[in-house]
Nanobody, 122 residues
Framework: QVQLVESGGGLVQAGGSLRLSCAAS????????MGWFRQAPGKEREFVAA????????YYADSVKGRFTISRDNAKNTVSLQMNSLKPEDTAVYYC???????????????WGQGTQVTVSS
């Protein structure tokens, strides 16, 4: 099991940037693939980005491709999401999650953080 704590959310104007971080505890972090998901008010939680255990493979939702970058530092047990050119429709609670098998389906992820709010004003 991996315990996850997100940080870095906040309020930003459209076109701005934010960097989310997820700190993981547990000695098995480096063996897990990691993902970011988000849930906007009144909507289902959706996939944003994922990265394999080594960082060699990444996947993105079409809606964020070219604007968001996922990365990880296994020495520090962290995974980050750099978000640029933010839009009002990116407003959501963002969740970090861990899985034994890289994928885009949230039901494949075993451990979740509590979420961090990102609000993009127009």
């Amino acid at each position: 099991q991996v315990q996850l704590v997100e940080s870095g959310g906040g309020l930003v104007q459209a076109g701005g940037s934010l960097r989310l971080s997820c700190a993981a505890s547990g000695r098995t972090f480096s063996s897990h693939a990691m993902g970011w998901f988000r849930q906007a008010p009144g909507k289902e939680r959706e996939f944003v980005a994922a990265i394999n255990w080594s960082g060699a493979y990444t996947y993105y939702a079409d809606s964020v491709k070219g604007r968001f970058t996922i990365s990880r530092d296994n020495a520090k047990n962290t995974v980050s999401l750099q978000m640029n050119s933010l839009k009002p429709e990116d407003t959501a609670v963002y969740y970090c999650a861990a899985t034994q098998r890289l994928g885009v389906r949230q039901d494949g992820y075993d451990d979740w953080g509590q979420g961090t709010q990102v609000t993009v004003s127009s």
